[in-house]
């Protein structure tokens, strides 16, 4: 059974950091893109930040984000981490860990693309 868990959401105020961790198993994600996506109350599911397959791996971010969210992945853990620093209220969302067969040159920013998914995990924060 494939399976994506995310943790380390969190109640946090403006300014502090957190930092998401998505455990994967069931199969090799090594060779899968992998992405973060947010979705507010009221609000359509976005792109975060995305990670290519490889280990020094391409990374992408939303303009939202950039400068404050980092992302990275260990494939031997078949795990991937979301830093996110300098946190904003409307950073407040459910976050969610997703990975792509997607093997094309454009990072895939569109979550129609992604073949898996985790239950997600809150982030609130305060101002």
């Known amino acids: 059974q494939v399976q994506l868990v995310e943790s380390g959401g969190g109640s946090v105020q403006a300014g502090g950091s957190l930092r998401l961790s998505c455990a994967a198993s069931g199969r090799t994600f090594s060779r899968d893109a992998m992405a973060w996506f947010r979705q507010a109350p009221g609000k359509e599911r976005e792109f975060v930040a995305g990670?290519?397959?490889?280990?020094?791996?391409?990374?992408y971010f939303a303009d939202s984000v950039k400068g404050r969210f980092t992302i990275s992945r260990d494939n031997a853990k078949n795990t991937v981490a979301l830093q996110m620093n300098s946190l904003k209220p409307e950073d407040t969302a459910v976050y969610y860990c997703?990975?792509?067969?997607?093997?094309?040159?454009?990072?895939?920013?569109?979550?129609?693309?992604?073949?898996?998914w985790g239950q997600g995990t809150q982030v609130t924060v305060s101002s």
């Open positions: 990670i290519s397959w490889r280990s020094a791996g391409n990374t």
């Open positions: 997703a990975a792509t067969t997607w093997s094309g040159r454009v990072f895939p920013l569109s979550d129609v693309a992604y073949d898996y």
